[in-house]
């Protein structure tokens, strides 16, 4: 089996090709450098190339969530754009696509954890690039798994885990928000579904991902605090306290429950998975 993996050098992609790679697939490894997504002919002909490659994985993505309030066309033209290419070159050359989205598509404003069917309102421009890729891709393609994830960690990338240890560092007391919720998830955790998914086949169509249980950042600082012995004082604020260019949905929850039964897999718990996290970056 070959696969093509668009974002191979980012967080998410990294971590993809270097599982999958130990369950020797054969993995044709792409970065922005070697395949600029926005570039419609040159991802035509890059998956024109491997006619033996019967799956292309999209982790390329514009993930600087504030920052694409203010650089709207370049969040467009990546997420998108750039999604929409990859969905045309796969339908034309009759290849399975695995694209991934974000709890961002969702406005916070539900009361229960998300299913997949539920509506998607997005409240900030990263959301709506995010959605405006999952209808495209829905429109163009038969054959394709959106995979929704969130609060994303890895050893390749900026996240909260690592802004924490910093944060630690420099700080003796701090503030972090309280009424966000969602599921820190492990970028290797996800790239064990995501083999499960190419062994399995599963129905094609939309799943929500993420590793087991709920919690705010607030709680999340907190389980880290323990973890690096920080001394410090940590203190829980509402997200009006602490503004945001974009706005992130207050209940981010994803329920899980269709991959777990479709895939008969039992997801990490968050905290063991940002504990192996933490113990595999020493």
Known sequence: MTIILFGAS????SDIEKYLTKKNISIISLDSTSCDITDKNK?????????KS???INCAAYTNVDKAETDKKQA???NTIGAQHIAEACKLHHKTLIHFSTDYVFNGNKTDPYIESDPPSPISHYGHTKYEAEQ???SICTK?????VQWLYGKNGQHFIKSMKRLFKQHESLRIVNDQWGSPTSTASLAQYIHTFITKKPSYGVYHCRNDGYTTWYDFAVFLAQQFQYKGSITPIPSTQFPRPAKRPLNGRLNIDKITQ?????PIPWKEAVLRYINSAK
């Open 54 to 56: 019967s799956i292309v």
């Open 262 to 266: 479709t895939l008969q897999i039992k």
């Open 76 to 78: 467009k033209r990546i």
């Open 43 to 51: 991802v035509l002909s890059i998956i024109a190339e491997y006619p």
């Open 144 to 148: 394709y798994y959106i995979i929704r």
């Open 10 to 13: 980012g967080m998410l992609g």
């Open 136 to 138: 495209v891709i829905q």
